[in-house]
């Protein structure tokens, strides 16, 4: 097979994208079990977004490599006409690429459609409850937040009437929370970042339950009767939500598969985490990161010799 110029440009992007992708995912999730140990020592907030870069990083780094160095490279030495071959390693692998690549567009497009459509027929009306602006819809939204670029904060009547002020005061903060973080944006991520290997979908999870965790905290601030209070609600809302699934790019006060009686625990004991100063960890991660993306940028030649050895 003798591919055009074009499609040689996109044989070896897609090829290089599938060789990156797995040979960073692999190694994010070699040290995964480690990653997660050392979140349990952080306070959620900083172990959400460790855990979070991790979950996202083969793919950035993937996309990074292929748009920083291959495409620059392939444009600057590869000659407008050549006969070169495109061997069976590197057409498997630019299949697998485009596979997974397409999947991952896949599951971000369908997620944003399911999300837009309940936001559709959740029919609200919009009002302004303890200071924030919410649309109150007849069922099924509980407390939760939906949408990506302005999310909207949806609550159900049932959960209104539920809640006493106190509650939902504190409920409405949390989700406050997630909106200031752009949580919903962070699930689209996820969403778009392929997840090869089990142990990233576990870094997923993990990520999602320091994310409640840290919004939990940012709603309550260390008070004890906002906590109690928050620990309250959630169970009410648990129960006004049992059996309903929301799409995944809303974020719910209570989310149906999580461990609702640890997060209860969590806010009734109060308890302190001492967060390790060390940073290694993470400032290790990135400097190797930027310095062997850094080293290939200054050196394009060998980045088209190390593609043409792909391609052979």
């Known amino acids: 097979m003798t591919p055009s110029y074009l499609s040689r440009l996109l044989l070896l992007s897609s090829a290089s994208f599938f060789v990156v992708l797995m040979f960073f995912a692999a190694l994010v999730a070699l040290i995964a079990p480690a990653a997660i140990r050392r979140a349990s020592t952080l306070r959620p907030r900083r172990a959400a977004r460790l855990l979070l870069s991790l979950r996202l990083l083969p793919a950035a780094l993937a996309a990074t490599v292929v748009t920083a160095l291959c495409v620059p490279?392939?444009?600057?030495?590869?000659?407008?006409?050549?006969?070169?071959?495109?061997?069976?390693?590197?057409?498997?692998?630019?299949?697998?690429?485009?596979?997974?690549?397409?999947?991952?567009?896949?599951?971000?497009?369908?997620?944003?459609?399911r999300s837009a459509l309940y936001l559709r027929r959740s029919d609200g009306r919009e009002s302004r409850v303890e200071g924030e602006t919410v649309w109150i819809v007849p069922q099924g939204a509980g407390l939760a937040l939906a949408g990506i670029w302005r999310p909207r904060l949806l609550i159900s009547?049932?959960?209104?009437?539920?809640?006493?002020?106190?509650?939902?005061?504190?409920?409405?903060?949390?989700?406050?929370?997630?909106?200031?973080?752009?949580?919903?944006?962070?699930?689209?991520?996820?969403?778009?970042?392929?997840?090869?290997?089990?142990?990233?979908?576990?870094?997923?999870?993990?990520?999602?339950?320091?994310?409640?965790?840290?919004?939990?905290?940012?709603?309550?601030?260390?008070?004890?009767?906002?906590?109690?209070?928050?620990?309250?609600?959630?169970?009410?809302?648990?129960?006004?939500?049992?059996?309903?699934?929301?799409?995944?790019?809303?974020?719910?006060?209570?989310?149906?598969?999580?461990?609702?009686?640890?997060?209860?625990?969590?806010?009734?004991d109060a308890p302190t985490v001492a967060e390790t100063p060390n940073r290694r960890f993470e400032t290790i991660a990135f400097a190797s990161a930027v310095l062997l993306i850094g080293g290939l940028a200054l050196n394009l030649r060998l980045v088209h010799v190390l593609l043409e050895n792909l391609l052979d």
């Open 73 to 113: 490279s392939y444009l600057r030495f590869e000659p407008l006409m050549t006969n070169e071959q495109a061997g069976l390693v590197s057409l498997t692998a630019a299949i697998l690429g485009a596979a997974i690549l397409g999947l991952a567009i896949y599951r971000g497009c369908s997620a944003l459609l």
């Open 157 to 268: 009547e049932g959960a209104l009437a539920g809640l006493s002020s106190d509650q939902l005061a504190v409920a409405l903060r949390h989700e406050h929370s997630h909106r200031v973080s752009r949580d919903n944006l962070k699930r689209l991520l996820i969403r778009l970042a392929p997840a090869v290997f089990p142990r990233l979908r576990t870094l997923e999870q993990e990520w999602v339950k320091h994310a409640e965790w840290a919004a939990d905290d940012r709603a309550t601030e260390g008070d004890g009767e906002r906590s109690a209070a928050l620990a309250a609600a959630l169970v009410r809302v648990a129960r006004l939500q049992s059996g309903m699934a929301m799409p995944e790019l809303m974020t719910s006060l209570v989310a149906a598969d999580e461990d609702l009686a640890q997060r209860v625990d969590r806010l009734l």
